[in-house]
């Protein structure tokens, strides 16, 4: 089977010379690959040539004419940038001409684009963004890490039941653990949302640890981690920027004297086994779960090396059924509550499929300016 990937090339803080490079590199590498690159054409051939890819028969370039920049409102980008590089690359999956989109571009303007042209699935209020954070057993996923500010309790059920999906299909674990993060593991400790998660969660068919802590992300306590959007990102940030610090002291360190030098020669092997567990760069892309089509959304700053990473996520997200897992995964642990109707008589599943100007992503909680 052919997988068929979209990249929105114009994206993120550098735009074809990163993700022109990383498309090269990554279907050179995969030969059931097919990337269409989407975008400027005569920045994409460019790069093209720069890569010696010009003739390469598994790279399609498809012409767009706008760019959604890193720091336009969500609104430009919905309402006035119809031919954008990003919306094209969603219509292609929305078609059914690819399988998956990949994507640095303005996070905001992503989910909020990709929630007007995909829609959500049956029984999914708010999509979240999920992203796999090093710990001490391999991976955590955590979720939702910046798409839903504010969440209720049924939110944050519906975050843990696609994160069961992603996990049981990505790594093929049949009940993956799901913990709530709290301020404590005690079911009394927490705000009354928290609270609230942890009843529906107990009361569900899928596998509840109970409540964890910020630390338990870094051991590995459970597979799936579920928290709203605020605090989720801010827990990746924090992370990043101690990821960040940590590697420029232990630099500064081994830079002190010429003894502390020969020492970093002696350690080097351990230290480039440590940088290669902790890089981010190998961590990057994050799914955009809950939508009728794959997103997957790479870091802005990201290098080629790291998008090409993202790329990869995309590319065993479809292989695994990531999409066919998540729509089963919801009909079979929907509660009958699922079936009522809201307040305005319409069901969950009719509301998030109204086009975006019914459903602003800012009146859902959507982080609507962040470079993540």
Same mark, same amino acid.
């Given at each position: ?11 993120? !803080? ?12 990554? *279907? ?6 097919? $990337? ?5 054409? =005569?920045?994409?051939?460019? =790069? ?12 399609? *370039?498809?012409?767009?004419?706008? *760019? ?21 690359? %969603?219509? %292609? ?16 303007? %992503? ?88 009843? $529906? ?12 802590? +910020?630390?338990?992300?870094?051991? +590995?306590?459970? !597979? ?11 827990? %990746? ?10 590697? !420029? ?20 092997? *351990? ?13 990057? @892309?994050?799914?955009?779960? +809950? ?8 870091? @802005? ?14 590319? !065993? ?56």
């Amino acid at each position: 089977m052919t997988v068929k990937i979209t990249i929105d090339c114009m994206g993120g !803080d550098h735009g074809p010379s990163v993700t022109v490079p990383a498309a090269v590199n990554f *279907v050179r590498s995969h030969p059931d690959a097919h $990337l269409m690159l989407v975008g400027i054409e =005569q920045a994409i051939r460019a =790069q093209l040539k720069k890569s010696k890819a010009v003739d390469e028969p598994r790279l399609t *370039v498809v012409p767009a004419t706008e *760019v959604v920049a890193m720091d336009d409102p969500v609104e430009v980008a919905l309402r006035k940038k119809k031919d954008s590089s990003m919306r094209v690359a %969603l219509n %292609l999956v929305k078609e059914g001409e690819a399988q998956t989109c990949i994507s640095a571009g303005n996070t905001g303007a %992503l989910m909020a684009v990709s929630r007007y042209v995909l829609k959500t699935l049956a029984g999914i209020e708010r999509p979240a963004i999920a992203f796999a954070m090093p710990s001490q057993k391999g991976y955590t996923t955590v979720l939702d890490l910046g798409a839903n500010v504010d969440c209720e309790p049924e939110h944050l059920l519906q975050f843990a039941e696609m994160g069961h999906a992603l996990v049981s299909a990505i790594e093929g674990c049949e009940r993956p653990t799901i913990g709530l993060l709290n301020i404590g593991e005690e079911v009394i400790k927490g705000n009354e949302t928290i609270k609230r998660a942890g009843e $529906l969660l107990r009361a569900s068919t899928l596998n509840f640890y109970g409540n964890v802590e +910020g630390n338990d992300i870094y051991k +590995g306590t459970t !597979d799936v981690v579920v928290c709203d959007g605020f605090v989720g990102n801010v827990a %990746l940030k924090t992370s990043e920027g101690l990821a960040k610090m940590l590697a !420029d002291i232990i630099k500064e360190e081994f830079s002190h004297s010429l003894s502390s030098k020969l020492m970093a020669l002696v350690a080097m092997p *351990v230290l480039k086994r440590f940088k290669w567990r902790v890089d981010p760069a190998q961590y990057n @892309g994050a799914a955009l779960l +809950g939508l009728r089509g794959l997103v997957i959304k790479s870091h @802005g700053s990201a290098e080629a090396f790291g998008f090409e990473w993202a790329i990869k996520r995309g590319y !065993d997200a479809v292989k695994n059924g990531v999409l066919e897992c998540l729509v089963r995964a919801m009909e079979e642990n929907a509660p009958p509550a699922r079936d009522a109707s809201n307040a305005d008589g319409t069901s969950p599943a009719a509301a998030a499929d109204q086009p975006a100007s019914q459903n602003p992503p800012d009146a859902s909680g959507t982080a609507l300016h962040t470079k993540a």
